[in-house]
């Protein structure tokens, strides 16, 4: 959902994310290139390449990991929908074989401005790397991304994974071939997304590219330069869009675990040992050379933006847990042997952290929970959205009128992580403290496959098993259930609402209120051809499926059978009272 939120260019009907509209339709048009779509990287506009190629190899990364997992939730088709509208944005921008367009937008002109994206004034100045401007490390995470991704799409749509592959190859040739920083070339992302140098990215592609293809050429090409490019001797704590190390020295272990390393053993076997020592430091078994954590048993590697580097490495973790267990292996640490699922426990107890088992007892995950944060430093969850206030918001008023509001932002921005708490678990929920409350993509992508894991582990049954804390209204909120009698089917239809509202917001005069409904089987029996008539609806609904019938919907397409015990839930936004619900007809 958070992803639907950050999404640039011209959205689709069936976008989620009802608060958002078109924006960025012109992105490339003084260039000469076709740059619509992509992703914002965080609560501002701009559109930079680095972090938001991680983003979508992550995204991939974790569909490829956990494909059955993320299937049995029903969420296959908004992962890889996902994964596309960052792949497919990464196919324009490459317009040539060593031509790749880097950037849309520039922080300093973005920042000065608090408005809508679909308001934007600032200036949308696309900046490429070519073969006199290189970005091996932008290059190469690009290559790597569309290499995962080939991987992701590979069993749904072979002729789309074969596409990303030739842009993939090409964009490794560039980026090994024409080597240099990016923010030498894109001097403005200097300032925003510093790179410490190229040769992880480089090492990550080759790895990503063995991965995709099997051949071994890429195999040769990390092993030939580990040393030269620090693979085998590069011991991090931290693994995150600047820094790859870790990621590369885990999968090269699956390649050694697999026993497929050949003649390349002994250089693999230099690989793992680095594996090791980032998932010891992480685990606290490291001779005292570990990740530091808060007091509350949150990893702390930055003061800026930590969690998005918390939820990388928990992901990283659960990844390497299932290499070990699937090879039979244990972890080896300075300070002894680890089981995997003592390292998979310790990636959960970061995912509990974040949502909600810290000591401010607040999920740092938006829309999760009783308590998360409602004042994120983001410029489109912050203002009303064109639906509700079409009007334009200008650049400074968005700043008087909606950046300095005390009141909670008007739009919910579901599944956005945000920087979270201090090196002492302290947090303050203010748009101002952008360190803690801008949420960025970095920060969710790993967390769909690390939940998905999670999630397959507790037992859950269905796609809509939620916890009852998932969305509690707050206490002055009105909160009731209904059960109703039919007019079509015989008896009373076993079906239960539970009506609640979990937001409201002034603009002007008006009170605008958030309502969901949950709608539950009660019976014994699966439920299909779910009808339901709605009356009093004045605002917008997304959950439902319209029929051709007036005030009549059904359940969405993917949603074909309700089964006893579970759930599914739709949302809608209007002025005045609850809208009505009944049931029409169902089998």
Known sequence: MFLEAQRSGKLPFDQRVKWRGDSGLKDGALQGVDLVGGYYDAGDHVKFGLPMAFSVTMLAWGTIEYRKEITNLNQMGHTLWAIRWGTDYFIKAHTQPNVLWGQVGDGDSDHYCWERAEDMTTPRTAYKLDEAHPGSDLAGETAAALAAAAIAFKPYNSSYSELLLVHAKQLFSFADKFRGLYDDSIQCAKQFYTSSGYSDELLWAATWLFRATGDEHYLKYVVDNAVYMGGTGWAVKEFSWDNKYGGVQILLSKVLMEQKGGAYTSTLKQYQAKADYFACACLQKNDGYNVHLTPGGLMYVHEWNNLQYASAASFLLAVYSDYLSAANAKLTCPDGQIQPHEVLNFAKSQADYILGKNPKSMSYLVGYGPKYPTHVHHRGASIASISVLPSMVSCVQGFEAWYRRPEADPNVIYGALVGGPDQNDGFNDDRSSYEQTEPTLCGSAPLVGLFSKLESLSGNKGPYHKRPTTEQPSQ????????????????????RFLHSITNTWNVGKTTYYRHKVVIKNTSEKPITDLKLVIEDL???????????VKNTYELPPWLKVLNPGSDC???YIQEGPQAKVSVLSYQ
């Open 476 to 495: 002055n909120y009105h909160h009731q259930e209904t059960s109703v009698p039919s007019t079509k089917s015989p008896g009373v239809p076993p079906v």
């Open 538 to 548: 004045s605002g917008n609904l997304w959950g439902l499926s319209p029929t051709p």
């Open 569 to 571: 839930s739709f949302v």
